[in-house]
């Protein structure tokens, strides 16, 4: 075999050992992330108490819209419309995306884990309305938590996640109240707790109607990085697949000009 394919087949060999040392070295590698809506309460106030209308209000039909949507791997989205609490879900081997109505309107979870097996990215994402009419001279507000994590997993991997919510009440005209929660992507594991507050005063004599909406999402993927003995493995040998080539060309030159 010549010097230069035996350089060649060097060269090969320890590239793949770099892309092969993860999962030799570690366990699998991937991160686990998700924003879940925690202690919610809706509460109602009188705000004329002697009147002698009571505060409350009733609750029309929730419409809840989930999104899953895969990336790199099997490019595939999936999509649901419910009108109870259910969770949807989507998979690609040991990696998952997954949206949850599980409580009453308003307490929503998205959830993901991305593993090195399955090499994908995940978009998560709810979206739950429902029109509330509230009783004259009522205050309403709703408020609760959303806890967000992002987690690695395994030695070389780093948790890079986003997670977004937000809650709003829009009464037409120029109400709209609205309160968001933006953590944009980390580089970094999280564990976070936000609070959040919105409400709609109904000042007037009659019933008035207004729309809650919740949006709640949450993306990311695993960053998996060799550890620093690989790449200084990859570079050694890199050296050495050098200068075996430039020796075989002073031998190749060397041989051409005795020959001469």
């Known amino acids: ?36 809506v925690e202690n919610l309460a809706v509460r109602t106030f009188d705000l004329a108490p002697a009147d002698g209308i009571d505060a409350g209000y009733t609750m029309g039909d929730v419409t809840t819209t989930f999104t899953l949507r895969e990336s790199y791997s099997k490019w595939q989205t999936v999509t649901g419309s419910i009108a109870a609490p259910d969770t949807l879900t989507i998979t690609d081997g040991p990696s998952f995306g997954q949206a949850s109505w599980y409580g009453q309107p308003g307490e929503l979870a998205v959830s993901a884990q991305s593993d090195e097996r399955a090499l994908g990215g995940f978009n998560v ?22 806890h967000s994590t992002g987690h690695a997993y395994g030695t070389q991997s780093t ?13 037409g005209g120029t109400y709209h109240n609205e309160m968001g929660i933006n953590m944009s992507p980390h580089w970094r594991d999280i564990d976070q707790t936000d609070d959040f507050a919105v409400s709609f005063a109904n000042m007037s004599d009659v019933a008035r109607a207004i729309t809650v909406q ?45 020959a001469g």
């Not at 948790?159 to 009464?171: E, K, L, P, V």
């Not at 550890?227 to 075996?244: D, F, I, K, Q, W």
């Open 125 to 146: 994402s709810i979206v739950q309305t429902f029109v509330v009419t509230v009783a004259p001279r009522t205050a309403f507000v709703i408020t609760g938590s959303t």
């Open 214 to 258: 919740y949006r709640l999402s949450t993306e990311g993927y695993a960053l998996v990085v060799p550890e620093p003995s690989t790449y200084m493995m990859l570079a050694a040998g890199l050296l050495g697949v050098a200068g075996r080539i430039r020796t075989a060309r002073r031998n190749a030159a060397h041989s051409a000009s005795n």
């Open 1 to 36: 075999m010549s010097d230069k394919k035996s350089a060649v087949l060097l060269a090969g060999a320890l590239v793949a050992g770099m892309l092969a040392a993860p999962a030799a070295l570690a366990a699998w590698n991937g991160t686990k992330f998700g924003t879940r």
């Open 159 to 171: 948790n890079y996640s986003g997670h977004y919510f937000r809650a709003s009440i829009d009464a």
